[in-house]
Structure formats: structure tokens, C-alpha cells
């Protein structure tokens, strides 16, 4: 089944690792539940998502699935085919999942928007100021990255916006963005250029929500 058509058959799940599959015209076929299903164990291991099955081929992780697509899908294509461009590339993917992710998005959007709006349990303020210095400094080393670019990596897009985008959107949320931005107008200028994306209109929090609720 080709990518796109698979898009329109199944449901995702609201979460940044997937909105960034969607945004690359692929998702996961199943809901988080709080204990994974055999079926979910079958396809992720480890009972995570996103995953994606295509035409009999399985694959988790969401780098190596948004590599994969962007290898089987027509031009444009999200990988710069400079070297340099594309390790440029490669360690803002990381600085995603290592540092953004890790210790910062997990602890603070987290708390301020996963715990009240879906546990219904008040945010932990004592793990938020925790997690605020490393947050202070992924956001300086990514606009320190970003610089005067359009996009990440130079004037167009590539996974990398793509990986960083559903993230960054989702702290926006928080009130935390705020003073993490003050001095670091070139990130929201960027998350205005990426929201103005049709494939970012097409994947807000709300519009993903109700696409997993339908399923």
C-alpha cells in the first residue's frame, strides 16, 4: 500500500514522536493504552508508539521510521544531500531525543500539560524548576543552531524541523515558554514559519486528539 493511502487508514496517537510521523505521511495504527496489548507487543517490543507497518514490513523508532519514509517517498525529499548539511541534520535529531526530550519536554510538558489535562493531578513545580537549567540550555544551543537560518539546517526544510517541530509546539503550551524564548526570538520565528505548514495545520494537538479519539 503506498504511504499516503496507508496515511488515510490509520488512526494516530497524540503524542510529539507522532505527530512527527504524521508530518512525514506515516503513523502509528494503535492507541496508548496503559498496559500494551499483545497486538501492540507484537509490532513495538517495548510497548511504545509510534510504530509502522508497510506492505508486510515493520519498524519502530521514530528516526528510523521518518528516514524510511523519506527514502520511499517521491521529491521533495527531507535529507540534504550535502554531507555536512545532513550531519548538521543528524545531531539536531539527537539534540531532539537526547536533550530536548529527555529531562526536559518529558519533565516539564509533562507536568504542566499531560498531568493536569489527561491524570487530572496537579503539575509538580519542584520537578519543573528541577528540569529548568538543562531546559534553559537546549534552548540556547538551539538557536545558537538555528542562527539565521529559515529552517534548522538552511533555507529548507528537513527532518530535522520536522523532529523538532511537535515538540517545541508542545511546550509553547506551557507557560514556561516564555522566559525559555525571551532571548531566543529566532525560535519562535521558526515555530511561526513551521505552524504556517499545511502538514503542521493538519497535526495540531487538537486535530490529532480527535483523529485518535475517532479510531
Not at 504511504?3 to 490509520?10: G, I, M, P, R
Not at 493536569?116 to 528540569?131: K, T
Not at 499545511?198 to 479510531?215: G, I, L, N
Request: hydrophobic share 45%.
Amino acid at each position: 500500500m503506498p504511504l499516503n493511502d496507508y496515511l488515510a487508514e490509520h488512526p494516530p496517537h497524540p503524542n510529539p514522536y507522532s505527530a512527527t510521523d504524521i508530518i512525514t505521511l506515516l503513523h502509528e495504527n494503535h492507541w496508548l493504552t496503559t498496559t500494551p496489548t499483545p497486538e501492540h507487543l507484537a509490532c513495538h517490543p517495548f510497548g511504545r508508539v509510534p510504530y509502522l507497518e508497510h506492505g508486510g514490513f515493520m519498524l519502530y523508532e521514530t528516526a528510523a521510521i521518518v528516514r524510511y519514509v523519506d527514502r520511499v517517498l517521491p521529491e521533495p525529499k527531507l535529507t540534504p544531500a550535502n554531507p555536512q548539511a545532513a550531519a548538521r541534520m543528524d545531531q539536531l535529531m539527537n539534540v531532539n531525543d537526547w536533550y530536548l526530550f529527555q529531562g526536559v519536554s518529558n519533565v516539564i510538558a509533562f507536568q504542566r500539560i499531560i498531568r493536569p489535562r489527561l491524570m487530572g493531578l496537579d503539575s509538580d513545580e519542584d520537578a519543573i524548576a528541577a528540569a529548568m537549567p538543562k531546559a534553559q540550555v537546549v534552548f540556547g544551543e538551539l538557536s545558537r543552531l538555528l542562527g539565521d537560518n529559515t529552517f534548522f539546517v538552511g533555507e529548507s526544510i528537513t527532518l530535522a524541523d520536522v523532529l523538532l517541530a511537535p515538540q517545541l509546539d508542545f511546550f509553547a503550551a506551557t507557560p514556561e515558554w516564555e522566559p525559555l524564548t525571551a532571548n531566543s526570538p529566532n525560535i519562535r520565528q521558526w515555530r511561526d514559519r513551521m505552524n504556517a505548514r499545511p502538514s503542521m495545520r493538519a497535526t495540531t494537538w487538537e486535530r490529532v486528539a480527535a483523529m485518535a479519539k475517532a479510531a
